[in-house]
T-cell receptor, first 116, second 112 residues
Framework: EAGVAQSPRYKIIEKRQSVAFWCNPI?????LYWYQQILGQGPKLLIQ????????DSQLPKDRFSAERLKGVDSTLKIQPAKLEDSAVYLC??????????????FGPGTRLTVL | GQNIDQPTEMTATEGAIVQINCTYQ??????LFWYQQHAGEAPTFLSY????GLEEKGRFSSFLSRSKGYSYLLLKELQMKDSASYLC?????????????FGAGTRLFVKA
């Protein structure tokens, strides 16, 4: 079974530029998560999708961050414009059935973003 | 509010046993995860506790007390490869559905 795929793995941009990350979850997983992990901290949930609907985006800085999940499969996360404090690893995860027994989240390798 | 506390760092010796504690406060508790994260890598699932008690899985065990808002991860027969961060995460039921809230993680150093 293929895991969660993310691209790019690394990205360096200057502040005020835009950047987009892509995620392909495990096939059949209904729920997709985007997390921000700053060095030395735990992952912070940015947005959670159930199929192509948003379940939670309470911690997404909506003035600069946006995310979509087209057709309930792949997802993109965009930052526009980027700030220095956005430097972090952006993790995508998916789970099969988070409201039932299969609650384990499978994480992708992450995208390490550096904003200069 | 929601709060998860775990020690920042721990050091233990190869072959020994180490216990990593986690305390939490949440309004809609629905289960507790432990994840392992090696430096520069993604978290990987270790355990999930919904009911009180101890669950054992090989060298790793996880304990939950819902009344005390407390969990621990027990690692036995420590190996050098166990050097990693261990993330405690709570599954919380809110108005919009279930959400997972992670603690800051405990960095475990295993020395020879």
């Amino acid at each position: 079974e293929a895991g969660v795929a993310q691209s790019p793995r690394y990205k360096i941009i200057e502040k005020r530029q835009s950047v987009a990350f892509w995620c392909n979850p495990i096939s059949g997983h209904a729920t997709l998560y985007w997390y921000q992990q700053i060095l030395g901290q735990g992952p912070k949930l940015l947005i959670q999708f159930q199929n192509n609907g948003v379940v939670d985006d309470s911690q997404l800085p909506k003035d600069r961050f946006s995310a979509e999940r087209l057709k309930g499969v792949d997802s993109t996360l965009k930052i526009q414009p980027a700030k220095l404090e956005d430097s972090a690893v952006y993790l995508c995860a998916s789970s099969l059935d988070p409201s039932g027994r299969y609650v384990e989240q499978f994480f992708g390798p992450g995208t390490r973003l550096t904003v200069l | 509010g929601q709060n998860i506390d775990q020690p920042t760092e721990m050091t233990a010796t190869e072959g020994a046993i180490v216990q990593i504690n986690c305390t939490y406060q949440t309004s809609g508790f629905n289960g507790l995860f432990w994840y392992q994260q090696h430096a520069g890598e993604a978290p990987t699932f270790l355990s999930y506790n919904v009911l009180d008690g101890l669950e054992e899985k090989g060298r790793f065990s996880s304990f939950l007390s819902r009344s005390k808002g407390y969990s621990y991860l027990l690692l036995k027969e420590l190996q050098m490869k166990d050097s990693a961060s261990y993330l405690c995460a709570v599954r919380d039921r809110g108005t919009g559905g279930f959400k997972t809230i992670f603690g800051a993680g405990t960095r475990l150093f295993v020395k020879a």
